[in-house]
């Protein structure tokens, strides 16, 4: 079984919250982390690895940082990572990321795909 798992890297709003003069959230200035439904469904993925001995994939769509959240994944038991960057989609909108993901996972061989419910910013 191979398995594709969708994961976002979010600010740690724990860590405290920044803004821009503009009111947009300062990302370069705040501590980052897995979305939390992202790694609850990057761990359900790894039971089925350890219970089926699937291959768990991990992408994600991001600035260069982003690999930290891959790292993180193939910390925890996930095969790959796979992280889509590009300039010309800085500041996506949730239509576009997800054109961008689909169109990624569409040059992928899975079986199942996993995503979060919500992405917490």
Known sequence: MKIVVCVKQVPDTKGGVKFNPDGTLDRAAMLTIMNPDDK?????????????GAEVTVLTMG??????VLR????????KGILVTDR????ADT???????????RNLDYDLIITGRQAID
């Open 40 to 52: 609850a469904g990057l761990e359900a993925a790894l039971r089925l690895k350890d219970q089926y």
């Open 88 to 91: 010309v989609l800085g500041g």
């Open 72 to 79: 993180e994944a193939m910390a925890m038991g996930a095969d």
């Open 63 to 68: 600035l260069p940082k982003a690999e930290e």
């Open 95 to 105: 239509w576009a990321t997800s054109q961008t993901l689909a169109g990624a996972i």
